[in-house]
């Protein structure tokens, strides 16, 4: 899904463990973003910004344009969906 968001919120970034990168970790951060619209009604993601992505700093009411790549997972019997960021560009300097 390609889109231009509203960020509502990006937590702290921290390291995971990883088995594609070197290192054995990487950073990830989680930020929710809303689709623009009508605020009150407007689709809101949870996704997870990874690697370097991850430590770029996003505030509240920013414009970005972002992919958002979904999936899922089965895991101890439950299935749960994953919303990965793929590539975000903050829009202050267009």
Excluded at 21 to 37: A, D, F, R
Excluded at 47 to 70: M, R, W
């Amino acid at each position: 899904m390609k889109e231009i968001f509203r960020v509502v919120s990006q937590g702290e970034t921290f390291t995971i463990p990883s088995q594609k990168t070197e290192s054995g970790h990487t950073y990830k951060s989680n930020i929710v973003l809303q689709e623009i619209g009508d605020r009150k009604h407007s689709n809101t993601y949870v996704a997870a910004l990874l690697g370097n992505s991850a430590t770029c700093k996003f505030y509240a009411g920013d414009l970005v344009a972002a992919v958002l790549k979904f999936s899922v997972h089965e895991h101890n019997g439950q299935t749960y969906q994953d919303v990965i960021v793929d590539d975000i560009i903050s829009l202050k300097n267009y």
